[in-house]
């Protein structure tokens, strides 16, 4: 059996070689036109904050009653994920801030034992989650924002199970 051969392709020879980069991709209006469609959205995303919040809540809640199994802990992780990537679209990035915290704390396998161990700081995440959106606490120039995400981020920095 011969090996199959290969070739060398240099990216600065092959591709998008008339693409010029120094120019914007996107005019002044079409991020106007953007800007606009996302504020006609604001008060629908506010709606899909509340919408995420409940269904890390309920992941949670199903967490408790199947005593924290690693794919309990994964279907948290899983809406965290999802909160971390769209908090700041939807105009909360204390939310994104909030869920990447819990997301650091599951996402290893020594971070999913000590969940097991003690949820209580899953917990504390979701619950902070929530209150911030209950009442609209969308950044962390906010005293009690800023408050929850040093406490959760040091807390979960303390347990050393969180990926650098």
């Not at 591709?15 to 980069?21: I, K, P, S, Y």
């Not at 969308?138 to 408050?147: E, F, K, L």
Request: hydrophobic share 45%.
């Amino acid at each position: 059996m011969s090996k199959p051969t290969v070739q060398m392709i240099d990216p600065r020879d092959a591709g998008l070689r008339g693409l010029n980069l120094k120019r914007p991709i996107f005019d002044e209006e079409a991020i106007a036109r953007a800007d606009n469609t996302l504020k006609a959205m604001s008060d629908s995303m506010e709606q899909w904050l509340e919408d995420d919040a409940e269904r890390l809540q309920s992941a949670r809640l199903a967490a408790e009653r199947a005593d924290w199994t690693l794919h309990a802990l994964e279907q948290i992780f899983a809406v965290a994920h999802d909160l971390k990537g769209m908090g700041g679209t939807y105009g909360f990035p204390l939310a994104t801030q909030l869920a990447a915290s819990l997301c650091r704390l599951i996402e290893t396998d020594a971070g999913k034992r000590a969940a097991q161990r003690d949820p209580a700081l899953v917990c504390a995440h979701v619950d902070a989650l929530r209150a911030a959106v209950r009442d609209r606490i969308r950044d962390d120039t906010h005293p009690v924002g800023r408050a929850l995400v040093q406490a959760l981020e040091a807390e979960v920095e303390r347990l050393g199970v969180a990926p650098r």
